[in-house]
């Protein structure tokens, strides 16, 4: 059981690059959600998923899309890759949509643009 | 979500068991108590919670304090992996979907040798 996974751990691109940043869990949850965190702004909320094939946007989404066509897999794409994407990227999941239940996130994708 | 309190930082020797303290004197009837942490350069790591008795899992225990206005996250054997920022969180669980974790500043929690 490997938990949350995100690939790749460092990224660097070039502004207007695009890429997709992965991410599987293996718990069979039904949640995901994809956060970004920059020094003192804490976690925000950029893309969540209720279920396989259905995703919405949280409080950050733009210049981001995302797909959920399995229950494991959850990337997040950046469509055209800027400096204010630079970042540390987590991707969390938890079993269903109530939120009581204890998140698990992965270790992160650190990516900057130049 | 109910605001709480953590001092900055604190430390403790290695083997000896780590009290973290939390003041959530505002926390309502219904809002439980979370527990992550972040190690360096790690995601974040769910630790426990609890709405009013103290839990016990493999990582820790939490003892909240019969009015609930505070409590201790008590790590028994405190290693030297154990050292990272602590996050106690109130919130009140809810079915939105677009629901997120709030980390405040949190506790820096160093394991000495």
């Known amino acids: 059981n490997a938990g949350v996974t995100q690939t790749p751990k460092f990224q660097v691109l070039k502004t207007g690059q695009s890429m997709t940043l992965q991410c599987a869990q293996d718990?069979?949850?039904?949640?995901m959600s994809w956060y970004r965190q920059d020094p003192g702004m804490g976690l925000r909320l950029i893309h969540y998923s209720v279920g396989a094939g259905i995703t919405d946007q949280g409080e950050v989404p733009n210049g981001y899309n995302v797909s959920r066509s399995t229950t494991e897999d959850f990337p997040l794409r950046l469509l055209s890759a800027a400096p204010s994407q630079t970042s540390v990227y987590f991707c969390?999941?938890?079993?269903?949509?109530?939120?009581?239940?204890?998140?698990?996130f992965g270790d992160g994708t650190r990516l900057s643009i130049l | 979500d109910a605001k709480t309190t953590q001092p900055p930082s604190m430390d403790c020797a290695e083997g000896r068991a780590a009290n973290l303290p939390c003041n959530h004197s505002?926390?309502?009837?219904?809002?439980?108590v979370y527990w992550y942490r972040q190690i360096h350069s790690q995601g974040p790591q769910y630790i426990i919670h609890?709405?009013?008795n103290n839990e016990t899992n493999e990582m820790a225990s939490l003892i909240i304090t019969e009015d609930r206005k505070s409590s201790t996250l008590i790590l028994p054997h405190a290693t030297l992996r154990d050292t990272a920022v602590y996050y106690c969180i109130v919130r009140l669980p809810s079915n939105g979907a677009n629901s997120k974790l709030t980390f405040g500043k949190g506790i820096t929690l160093s394991v000495r040798p």
């Open positions: 609890g709405l009013k």
């Open positions: 505002t926390i309502s009837g219904n809002e439980y």
């Open positions: 969390a999941s938890r079993t269903t949509v109530y939120d009581n239940q204890p998140q698990h």
């Open positions: 718990m069979n949850h039904e949640y």
